[in-house]
């Protein structure tokens, strides 16, 4: 089954974008900063200064009760045979360093797609997909088939208090045969250039000069 882009505007009510601001302040706020694991509360938190950003996954069941049933139902909606089977909450920040996200296809896994929501963003940092870009606002989800379509975001300037903050909601499908990357290659190649070109653009603007070729290889091995 294939899936297109998909824009989720207003995704939560009033009160549950409130109380979900809360959560993850409270995460990320939490003693558990660093690259430990935590077994008691199922989640790690870490830093990734390459990517300018720090990040936590955890199993679904760690969200408010209210929120897990309104991602659940979201996705059941699209595809009821599916389960939400975990989420990841990633801040990209100038503080972290130079946030980054180039050409790349998800692991293959059992992840039919994901909601990617935004919660709050201080600077504007549309999400591509094979070429077609994708503007993001608070409170709104994008549906992506991130294992099958090439996704990234542009290089812009973050300034150091400038952040994206955005939360992946996974859904699988158990029965599924993991995703396979026929064609991975081909498609990066393809759009690469796209992103090469925004990337010399941001270093002339910035000065910044991103390592092209090692960003490449990382992403054809799956390392972002």
Known sequence: MSYDPKYFHNFFEENEFKELLKFT???????????????????????????????????????????FKKITEYGKNINSNLSFSHENITTYSGEYGTPGLPP????????EFLLDYQLKSTIDWPLMIEGVEYKMQNNTALLLENSKKVHWRNPIKFEKNDNVTVMFFSFENPFAELSNQEGHTEAIKKYYPMYAKKMEEFGQETG????????????????Y
């Open 25 to 67: 302040e409270k995460i990320f706020n939490s003693s558990k900063f660093g690259s430990e694991q935590n077994l008691k509360y199922r989640y790690v938190i870490k830093l990734d200064k390459t990517a300018g950003k720090r990040y936590c996954q955890m199993l679904p069941e760690m969200l408010p009760e209210s929120i």
């Open 104 to 111: 790349h296809f998800d692991r293959p896994s059992k992840v």
């Open 208 to 223: 910044i000069l991103l390592k092209a070729m090692e960003m490449y290889e990382a992403s054809e091995k799956g390392l």
